[in-house]
């Protein structure tokens, strides 16, 4: 192969209880990308549509990460790469934009020298484009994007990648008010230490949120989506959010929190039907409120990153 395209989805991190650990993948939602082969050594960002980002590759977490990657090979190569991007997650909107620009990059940078790296191996080099994008490697984002559905992040030294079942039947509603949300200024804003007695209710969170999916136990995976720490600060910066969640919830959703850093809001609905009632109701109000938005219904995406063409 001389050429990829590959459809990078956007994902949901920061899933109400798993602060910087638990990430899903959405379907539908997503940028398109094109990388192929070029004579000259190196990355080269040559297109970028949809959105006003840097070409240059230092500056573009794509480049970055494809940087990442092209310099861990163990041979050398006498060809490089040309990246084109069809932008479609807006920057700063909480659903992944630079995480699906990372992954995406590595992960067709990967499959055109025939996969000399693991996944794993390709979620380390897209932190790196996160490292740029916000000043962490965090790897909640980049994670779903390669592996597709749940994925915890295990915060070893190296981290583990754990792949979690999926429940079925899930949808998630996606509210994205059209305001900007940094990630790097809405981690400045949360506190440095936690109450004990909360930290206990949150770490309490994540285990039965980790087994109900794995029993497939819908009643024990609402009960576990509530953060105490992140969302009490976080939910300030976005217009009408506990509106939202109360209304959400009203209407059936199994939970309902801050996607990332925010301004998107989630909702799980178990069932289209119970989804569509939800994402009608959350459309009435933001309407009301005279703030721009988009709000979708998808899947959680088992598979992450989709090869679209190959020539």
Not at 107 to 128: Q, V
Not at 271 to 298: T, W
Request: with cysteine; hydrophobic share 45%.
């Amino acid at each position: 192969m001389n050429e990829l395209t590959i459809f990078s989805p956007a994902t949901v991190a920061n899933i109400s209880c798993g602060f910087d650990v638990l990430g899903c993948c959405l379907d539908g939602i997503g940028d398109e990308m094109t990388i192929r082969k070029i004579p000259q050594k190196g990355i080269r960002i040559s297109k970028i549509t949809g959105m006003d980002l840097p070409l240059e590759t230092e500056n573009n977490v794509a480049g970055v990460a494809g940087l990442a990657l092209l310099k861990k090979l163990k041979e050398d190569i006498n060809f490089g790469f040309e990246i084109e991007i069809v932008k479609k997650i807006k920057p700063g909107s909480g659903i992944g934009s630079s995480a699906a620009s990372a992954a995406g990059a590595v992960f067709a940078i990967n499959h055109l020298l025939d996969k000399p790296f693991t996944e794993l191996e390709l979620i380390d080099f897209a932190r790196e484009g996160e490292r740029l994008a916000c000043g962490f490697p965090i790897t909640d984002n980049v994670a779903p994007a390669l592996l597709g559905g749940f994925t915890l992040v295990k915060h070893d030294e190296p981290q583990k990648i754990l792949k979690l079942p999926v429940l079925k039947d899930l949808f998630i509603v996606i509210l994205h008010p059209q305001i900007e949300i940094k990630t790097s200024e809405a981690r400045a804003i949360l506190p440095i230490q936690v109450d004990l007695n909360l930290a206990v209710k949150q770490w309490a969170n994540v285990g039965a949120f980790v087994h109900a999916l794995h029993t497939q136990d819908e009643l024990l995976f609402a009960a576990s989506l509530h953060d105490y720490i992140v969302e009490p600060h976080r939910s300030k910066l976005i217009p009408g959010f506990e509106e939202i969640k109360d209304t959400a919830l009203e209407q059936g959703a199994l939970g309902c929190g801050i996607s990332g850093s925010g301004p998107s809001i989630f909702s799980f609905c178990k069932g289209i039907q119970s989804a569509q009632n939800v994402k009608d109701k959350l459309e009435k109000i933001y309407r009301s409120k005279n703030i721009p938005f988009q709000i979708h219904i998808s899947k959680i995406n088992p598979v992450g990153i989709q090869i679209v063409e190959s020539k």
